[in-house]
């Protein structure tokens, strides 16, 4: 059974800090790694990451994949209150369906 | 482009109802969508996997007679909660593999409460 393992569960932060959230998988068919935010409704799409050791960045955010040790993480440098979130990781393994599994998320919060 | 209509977006409903949940591709053909459902400070879990034209295949553990899809046509599935129990009082979304969002569009979202 694909897994997908997110650490730390929940993190709470001041402003300004940097924060690094991790994701480790254990699937039977990579084919992708997604990161997305999530607020009050529906994910909001963030990164793909399909090969190794190539930094994906934007903005504040970036993130990158270890497909070797079989992990990702997501770094957010001076955070924001926006930033307070779930941020889920997802892994693609592969097959006809293009079916996602998701990680139990991790809840950031981000104090003034 | 690629947008995924989810309706309605909250619904309140008494123990023994069914209640409907659509979704429809906008501007694509979604040939196969996902339901997933969130519990409070839990991860999107995988219900079902609809395929236009044929059975939906359920995940481990979910009451296909109980949560009934359909997908009927190219741009639009639903998820029927039929029986309604305080306990299926979730988050409910969809997903379709689409050209845009890196592969995937998600639909907004249905708060389905029970009482």
């Known amino acids: 059974e694909d897994k997908v393992v997110q650490s730390p569960l929940s993190l709470v932060v001041h402003e300004g800090d940097t924060v690094t959230l991790n994701c480790s998988y254990e699937?039977?068919?990579?084919?992708?790694l997604l990161w997305y935010k999530q607020e009050k409704k529906a994910p909001t799409f963030l990164f793909m990451l399909?090969?190794?050791?190539i930094e994906k960045k934007s903005g504040r955010l970036s993130s990158i994949l270890d497909k070797k040790e079989l992990f990702s993480i997501l770094n957010i440098t001076a955070t924001q209150t926006g930033d307070s979130a779930v941020y889920l990781c997802?892994?693609?393994?592969?097959?006809?369906?293009?079916?996602?599994?998701f990680g139990k998320g991790t809840l950031l919060t981000v104090n003034p | 482009g690629a947008v995924v209509s989810q309706h309605p977006s909250w619904v309140i409903c008494k123990s023994g109802t069914s209640v409907k949940i659509e979704c429809r591709s906008l501007?694509?053909?979604?040939?196969?969508m996902f339901w997933y459902r969130q519990f409070p400070k839990q991860s999107l879990m995988l219900m079902a996997t609809?395929?236009?034209?044929?059975?939906?295949?359920?995940e481990q553990g979910v009451e296909k007679d109980k949560f009934l899809i359909n997908h009927a046509s190219l741009t639009l599935s639903t998820l029927t909660v039929t029986s309604a129990h305080p306990e299926d009082s979730s988050f409910y979304i969809c997903?379709?593999?689409?050209?845009?969002?890196?592969?995937?569009?998600f639909g907004s979202g249905t708060r389905l409460t029970v009482v």
């Open positions: 997903s379709a593999p689409s050209w845009a969002n890196y592969g995937y569009t």
């Open positions: 699937v039977t068919n990579f084919r992708s």
């Open positions: 399909t090969s190794s050791g």
């Open positions: 997802a892994v693609n393994s592969g097959g006809s369906n293009y079916k996602l599994t």
């Open positions: 501007d694509f053909q979604a040939t196969t």
């Open positions: 609809s395929n236009e034209g044929s059975k939906a295949t359920y």
